[in-house]
C-alpha cells in the first residue's frame, strides 16, 4: 500500500489525500467529512484538547479555555517563535502547529490503516510578500514541523499547481488554464499549459507560464468587514473626551483571527477602564468591555464570517449580537461588504494583471478560469476577475478539495 500522501494544511481548512488504484481521493478526518477545520481548542473545564469542529463546538458551548485559529497565518511572521499562555503554561507556537498536524496525520492513518512516511506539502505562492528570506523560512519551519510529526521524505508544491492538477484530470484536450484560488490566507494565480499527454509527465516546470500570489485572503475578508460593520457598535473610531479616537489596537487585534487572544493579555481591561471615564460614547465601550470579559472575541468573529458567506447568496444579513447587549442586532449590507473588501479586491486584481504579464499572454487567450478555495466565491471578487477575462470558460472545482486531491496525485508523481 501507498505510504505518500498530499496535505493541505489551510488558513480555514486542511485535508490529506492519498491515491489507491490510480484514484485520489480525500480522507474523511471528522464526522465523515474530508476537511479538518484548522483549529485547536484547549478545554481548561476538562482539561483536554479539541480539533476542528469538536473545537469549535465546545467552544461555542461555553466551555472555559483558548481557541486557537487560523494557524497557518502564523508562518512567516514573528510569532513563530512566540509563546501563548495556555491552561497556566506558555505553549509555543510552534508547539502548537505540531500538535495540529500531528492530529491530522494521526486521523488520516488510522482512517487508512497505514502509516504516511512521505508528503507533497501544499503551500502558497508567497507565504510573505515581498520577502524571499522570510518566505523561505516559513517554508522550512513547516518542512521542520511536518518531519516532527513524523514524515521522512516532503515535498512542497504550490497550492494553485495543485488545483491545476486536479482539473487536468478531467480534460480530453490542450487547455491553457489560469488556476485562482482564494483561500483563508491567500489569494493565488498559476498560468498553466494543462493536458492528458502533459499529465503523465512527471516534471512539469515547463509548463508553468507563470505564477504570482499576495498574502490576502478570506479571513481578511473577515477583518475588513468586521471593522467596517461591526467594530463601529463597539466604540471603534468614537472619540474621547480630548478629541482623540479610542486606540484601533483593540479593534484589530479583536478583527485579526491569530491576534483576538491578545485582547485578553493583563492590562487591556484596566486600560479600557481609564478610557472609559473619557468615552464620548460610553454604551459602546461598555459591550467591548463586556466582549473582553466573556472572552467572546471569537465568538464574535465567527459571527462576522457568517455574515460574509450569506452575503455571498443576498443582498443583506443581519448580525444578532445579544451577548454584548440585549435585543441588538445590526443590519449589514452587500454593499457594505463590498465596500469593505474593495481595497482588498484591487490587490488582488493587480496580481492577476502582473501574471498575465510575467507570461506575455493577452486575457483573451486564457481558455479556462478554474476556482479553488474557499473565498473563490465571493461575488465582488468573481466580478472582477471576470471583467479581466470575459473570453474565458469559468469552472468551478472543488473549493475545499481541490488542492489536497492534486497533492495526492502529486504524492503518486513523485513517490510512487
Known amino acids: 500500500m501507498p505510504h505518500a500522501c498530499g496535505l493541505d494544511f489551510g488558513t480555514s481548512n486542511s485535508t490529506l489525500g492519498i491515491v489507491e488504484q490510480g484514484k485520489a481521493r480525500l480522507l474523511p478526518l471528522e464526522d465523515g467529512k474530508p476537511t479538518l477545520p484548522s483549529v485547536v481548542f484547549f478545554n ?17 458551548e461555553g466551555y472555559e479555555g483558548r481557541l486557537m485559529r487560523a494557524l497557518k497565518s502564523i508562518l512567516g511572521t514573528g510569532l513563530i517563535d512566540g509563546k501563548t499562555e495556555v491552561q497556566g503554561r506558555a505553549l509555543p507556537f510552534r508547539e502548537l502547529l505540531v500538535q495540529f498536524i500531528g492530529e491530522l496525520k494521526t486521523r488520516a492513518e488510522a482512517i487508512a490503516g497505514r502509516t504516511f512516511e512521505q508528503a ?18 516559513a517554508q522550512d519551519t513547516l518542512a521542520q514541523i511536518a518531519r516532527a510529526v513524523g514524515f521522512r521524505e516532503i515535498e512542497f508544491q504550490f497550492e494553485p499547481i495543485a488545483a491545476a492538477f486536479d482539473y487536468e484530470a478531467t480534460l480530453q484536450r490542450e487547455e491553457l488554464v489560469l488556476i485562482v484560488d482564494i483561500g483563508g490566507g491567500t489569494s493565488d494565480f498559476s498560468l498553466v499549459r494543462l ?9 512539469r516546470r515547463d509548463d508553468i507560464l507563470a505564477n504570482g500570489g499576495v498574502h490576502i485572503g478570506g479571513t481578511d475578508f473577515d477583518r475588513a468587514l468586521s471593522l467596517a460593520a461591526v467594530m463601529p457598535q ?6 474621547l473626551a480630548s478629541g482623540a479616537e479610542m486606540p484601533s489596537s483593540y479593534y484589530f487585534n479583536l478583527a485579526t483571527w491569530h491576534t483576538i487572544n491578545f485582547a485578553y493579555a493583563r492590562g487591556v481591561l484596566p486600560g479600557l477602564q481609564d478610557l472609559y471615564r473619557s468615552a464620548c460614547e460610553r454604551d459602546k465601550i461598555d459591550r467591548l468591555i463586556r466582549l473582553i470579559n466573556l472572552r467572546a472575541g471569537h465568538w464574535l468573529a ?4 457568517e455574515a460574509k458567506i450569506a452575503l455571498s447568496a443576498s443582498e443583506e444579513t443581519r448580525l444578532d449580537l445579544d451577548q454584548l ?17 474593495g481595497p482588498l479586491v484591487q490587490k488582488i486584481e493587480t496580481t492577476l494583471d ?11 487567450q486564457v481558455d479556462t478560469v478554474f476556482f479553488t478555495g474557499g473565498a473563490s466565491g465571493v461575488p465582488l471578487l468573481r466580478a472582477r476577475l471576470a471583467g479581466h477575462l470575459h473570453a474565458a470558460r469559468h469552472v468551478e472545482g472543488d473549493l475545499f478539495g481541490s488542492i489536497g486531491i492534486g497533492l495526492a496525485l502529486d504524492a503518486k508523481r513523485k513517490f510512487g
Open 44 to 60: 481548561a473545564d476538562e482539561d483536554h484538547t479539541r480539533f476542528g469542529r469538536q473545537a469549535l463546538a465546545e467552544y461555542l
Open 120 to 137: 507533497v506539502l501544499g503551500r502558497p505562492v508567497h507565504f510573505v510578500d515581498d520577502d524571499p528570506v522570510a518566505d523561505q523560512l
Open 195 to 203: 493536458s492528458p499527454e502533459r499529465a503523465r509527465r512527471i516534471e
Open 234 to 239: 463597539l466604540g471603534y473610531k468614537t472619540l
Open 302 to 305: 465567527l459571527q462576522v464570517e
Open 325 to 341: 447587549a440585549p435585543d441588538l442586532s445590526h443590519p449589514i449590507s452587500r454593499g457594505e461588504f463590498d465596500a469593505a473588501i
Open 354 to 364: 502582473e501574471v498575465l504579464l510575467q507570461a506575455g499572454v493577452a486575457a483573451g
